[in-house]
T-cell receptor, first 116, second 113 residues
Framework: DAGITQSPRHKVTETGTPVTLRCHQT?????MYWYRQDPGHGLRLIHY???????DKGEVSDGYSVSRSKTEDFLLTLESATSSQTSVYFC???????????????FGSGTQLSVL | AQSVTQLGSHVSVSEGALVLLRCNYS??????LFWYVQYPNQGLQLLLK??????LVKGINGFEAEFKKSETSFHLTKPSAHMSDAAEYFC???????????FGTGTSLTVIP
């Protein structure tokens, strides 16, 4: 299994509070991603990073921010959580290429976030 | 932008029957294509990928998929379903630069004993 650790695995919080989810990788992959998974929507990209301090928005970035100060860590922050952000959040990594293990996403185990 | 359409959000098959999960993509340039599987309460894992080598791609657990450019399709098949195949399956596409991935909405496979 790819070395991707997400923390926490489960989080319950209240509307209006800040929340930070952490993704840590040991694979030295250049790209890191945050997705959210919701029934009927599949996986939707929130933000991604293509290097230290280099990030870009995905299709559902409103209400989220990210930071990547080290290759191995990618943080997702909900500045003021809302009930619509209740979801399962997945971190993923990739390294471009076409050989074995390249050009594909490797996923963490996910974080179940409930905003009450 | 690229997009992926998975026909059928739920598919049921009998144990031992053929599994066929459909995926169509839209892209002006042949992309890279993937199938991922998600078992309950787990992350996604790669079943197989197409990156412009052979059009028939074999993956893990007996699954395979065929890239058909004329039909812009990448359907997933398995000759004989097993109970352990029950899961959510996602088709995904990426640009050849390999840094943007787009997912379909998923197909939930149920295997009936």
């Amino acid at each position: 299994d790819a070395g991707i650790t997400q923390s926490p695995r489960h989080k319950v919080t209240e509307t209006g509070t800040p929340v930070t989810l952490r993704c840590h990788q040991t694979e030295n992959h250049r790209y890191m991603y945050w997705y959210r998974q919701d029934p009927g929507h599949g996986l939707r990209l929130i933000h991604y990073s293509y290097g230290v301090k280099d990030t870009d928005k995905g299709e559902v970035s409103d209400g989220y921010s990210v930071s990547r100060s080290k290759t191995e860590d990618f943080l997702l922050t909900l500045e003021s959580a809302t009930s619509s952000q209740t979801s399962v959040y997945f971190c993923a990594i990739s390294e471009p290429g076409t050989g074995q293990g390249w050009g594909q996403l490797f996923f963490g185990s996910g974080t179940q976030l409930s905003v009450l | 932008a690229q997009s992926v359409t998975q026909l059928g959000s739920h598919v049921s098959v009998s144990e031992g029957a053929l599994v066929l999960l459909r995926c169509n993509y839209s892209s002006s340039v042949p992309p890279y294509l993937f199938w991922y599987v998600q078992y309950p309460n787990q992350g996604l894992q790669l079943l197989l990928k197409y990156t412009s080598a052979a059009t028939l791609v074999k993956g893990i657990n007996g699954f395979e998929a065929e890239f058909k450019k004329s039909e812009t399709s990448f359907h997933l098949t398995k000759p004989s379903a097993h109970m352990s195949d029950a899961a959510e399956y996602f088709c995904a596409v990426s640009e050849r630069s390999g840094n943007q991935f787009y997912f379909g909405t998923g197909t939930s496979l149920t295997v009936i004993p």
